[in-house]
DNA sequence: CATCGATGTTGAG
DNA sequence: TCAACCTCGATGG
């Protein structure tokens, strides 16, 4: 679940349930206790992701930064916009693109034309279930661990299992916004792009572990790594320094490019050579939507060999050796 | 029902 | 480099 693309679709749902409504705070759990009443009763102020980070601005100058890490998950419930609608509501309030003293909004307008039932939560599909068979009731109790819950007349919001959660003021919030990466749905434009290419082309590093960095560039994960390789060409070990400028522009639009779809259709589809009915058809089984993730001893879709899988940073990294090369190395200006 | 592994990050050693 | 965090779907018995 969480790769960037799922932080934006969670800040959407913030935006066009809770921004701008008074807010109770409250952790069922009681691991939050204290920072649930700093916010308890405030209005929302403002909804924002970059990468893998959620800002949930609240007034007072209190910022509840939430990163969701491997499992962590928040549920909505209640009167809560489909897809559709949460997505109007980040092209509604998007009027600048800076990252700066201020959280700020989306800069891009994100499309309309998902289903919406596409991506929707288990819990939701079950809550909708409910609704239907009369067995809902308002606000839902609290299941399990739940870190926070937010809530207002006729929403709620619950977190379970986050990395991080905790509340914080502007100040601290542009410390953390300062160590992190480009994210191509905030800092959209030539700078961010340079940013990027300044970063990567400068280290040593293997360009499949400088995806991954968080100072690097925003909101990449696992998935969204392999797959941007495989797309690219290129060989995961590949230092970031010798991979050609033009190519780490491409890196970077494709990013951009996957980022948006995943922020359209809450799925990290990143095959764009499918017909109409393929891709229908991946978008609902799960399966086949990658062409190398978790795809390992499966031939490379491109042939030349078969996808493998390998340990690079302690994370798992698939590849298709045959497919991706290591560009030739150039004299350098 | 028990166990494993995961789309992630931090901090100890 | 690795355990911990603390959740849940997938897998196996």
């Avoid at 700093?38 to 601005?57: C, H, I, N, W, Y």
């Avoid at 916009?81 to 909004?105: E, F, P, V, W």
């Amino acid at each position: 679940m969480p790769e960037g693309h799922s932080i934006h679709r969670i800040a959407l749902q913030f935006r066009a349930n809770f921004v701008g409504r008074r807010v109770a705070a409250s952790s069922p759990q009681g691991r939050f206790a204290a920072g649930a009443a700093e916010l308890d009763g405030r209005l929302m102020l403002e909804s924002v992701a970059v990468g893998k980070q959620l800002f949930l601005e609240f007034e007072g100058e209190r910022i509840l930064r939430v990163h969701l890490g491997l499992y962590g998950a928040w549920d909505f419930a209640g009167e809560i916009s489909a897809d559709a609608t949460i997505a109007s509501a980040g092209g509604r309030m998007g009027q600048t693109n800076q990252r700066g003293t201020a959280l700020t909004g989306y800069g891009e307008e994100i499309a309309l034309d998902f289903a919406a039932s596409m991506g929707a939560p288990r819990r939701l599909r079950m809550a909708e279930q409910e609704k239907e068979q009369g067995l809902d009731e308002f606000p839902p109790p609290p299941v399990g661990a739940v870190r926070v819950r937010l809530l207002t007349d006729t929403a709620v919001a619950d977190l379970r299992g986050p990395t991080a959660c905790e509340v914080i003021n502007p100040v601290r919030a542009n410390t953390v916004l300062g160590k992190l990466g480009p994210d191509p749905l905030v800092d959209s434009g030539k700078d961010a792009e340079d940013r990027f290419v300044a970063a990567v082309r400068k280290k040593p590093t293997p360009i499949g572990l400088l995806l991954m960095d968080q100072s690097v560039v925003s909101g990449i994960g696992n998935v969204y790594r392999a797959e941007l390789l495989f797309r690219a060409r290129l060989d995961p070990h590949t230092p970031g320094r010798e991979v050609p400028e033009k190519q780490v522009r491409a890196l970077w639009r494709d990013w951009a490019r996957l980022l948006e779809i995943g922020v359209r259709t809450g799925q990290m589809m990143t095959k764009d050579d499918l017909s109409g009915e393929e891709w229908a058809a991946a978008m609902g089984s799960q399966a086949d939507r990658h062409y190398v993730y978790k795809r390992h001893g499966l031939p490379s879709p491109r042939g030349r060999g078969n996808v493998v899988i390998e340990d690079m940073g302690g994370r798992n990294l698939y590849w298709a050796p045959g497919w991706q090369k290591r560009p030739k190395p150039r004299t350098e200006t």
